[in-house]
């Protein structure tokens, strides 16, 4: 294989990711809290349109990455006492899963069978003592902005806020869940970090998100074209996955 092939090949997978990574975002436009996924390598694309041959490319190539986009999304009024809305972009909820904790920007909670504290899918949401269980004799359940967890025998926990150091380590696992590879930070609770009855959407905005998919499909297929002429079309498409 020709290094103008191997060049080529590169930027080929490199506009598969992203157009793989819009298309996940425009599917998570109604997802509450969804944080958009980016592939960077805006320098590459704007060369390539540039020049007739790809391997002006190379360099930009090689540090494609993708990130997570945590810009603070809209605010939705649910009403819901246990809805609760994170207001700045740095926090997030923990929530326990068998592979051990989690993070997640989406406060959707809920009480389960046991009177758990829980996300909607059924995941204990941590708090300042662990798992969180009510008894129907306490009461109704309210969260105050700063964090504080009530029954009417009076307050019983705290929500348990977070942050990281580095933001680039914290990594999407999908169904609005994060992880990383060192502990978090743990974030005071305060008034004026948490809206409660809100829920906080997805910050996906579609028009921008529908011109970057039509513009990286547009790349895409313009660059197949010209990666495929090679004399082994075969191969590359097996390893550009198109087979």
């Known amino acids: 294989m020709s290094d103008k092939e191997i060049i080529g090949l590169a930027a080929l997978i490199a506009l598969r990711r992203h157009v793989d990574s819009v298309a996940n975002n425009v599917a998570n436009l109604t997802t509450p809290a969804f944080k958009a996924g980016r592939v960077q390598f805006k320098e590459y694309l704007t060369e390539a349109e540039e020049a007739d041959s790809p391997a002006m490319a190379k360099r930009s190539l090689v540090s494609t990455s993708h990130f997570t986009d945590f810009s603070v999304g809209g605010m939705r009024t649910t009403g819901n006492p246990l809805d609760v809305a994170l207001t700045d972009d740095d926090a997030f909820f923990v929530v326990d899963t068998p592979g051990g904790p989690r993070y997640t920007r989406s406060g959707a909670f809920t009480l389960n069978a046991d009177g758990k504290l829980a996300t909607i899918d059924g995941k204990p ?23 504080s967890i009530s029954t009417r025998q009076g307050r019983i926990a705290g929500l348990r806020l977070v942050r990281f150091a580095d933001r680039r380590e914290v990594k999407p696992e999908g169904g609005g869940l994060f992880s990383a590879a060192h502990s978090p930070l743990e974030v005071p609770s305060g008034a004026g970090r948490l809206a409660i009855g809100v829920l906080e959407t997805s910050n996906v905005r579609e028009a921008d998100e529908m ?18 002429k090679s004399e082994s079309p075969d191969e590359l498409r097996k390893l550009a996955g198109e087979d």
């Open 211 to 228: 011109s970057r998919l039509i513009a990286a499909s547009n790349a895409y297929e313009t660059l197949t074209k010209v990666v495929f």
């Open 125 to 147: 949401v941590l708090t300042s003592i662990g798992h969180l269980v009510v008894q129907p004799r306490d009461g109704p359940v309210t969260i105050a902005g700063d964090g």
